[in-house]
């Protein structure tokens, strides 16, 4: 599951805010859109926002989607079986 409200918090704990992307040119990629689905909690982001977000942030996407982003594996599991 994606934690959308998760990611957006990060964001703002990080100064990420919808405004500053419209301002700062270092935060190319980023649209007021995406901050704004991420804030009311849909679950849609593209992989370029996603790449744009964790450079802006100064990290691999794989970090930053830590803890954000998991997947439930029992069910695949209980399937193959």
Known sequence: MFNSKELFNKMTAAGITA???KIDPDLKGISQSTITRLKKGE????????????KAMNMQPLELLQ???????????????
């Open 67 to 81: 803890g954000i982003w998991t997947i439930d594996l029992s069910e695949a599991t209980n399937k193959q079986k």
């Open 43 to 54: 679950d849609n982001i593209s992989i370029s926002s996603i790449e744009a977000i964790a």
């Open 19 to 21: 405004y500053k992307c």
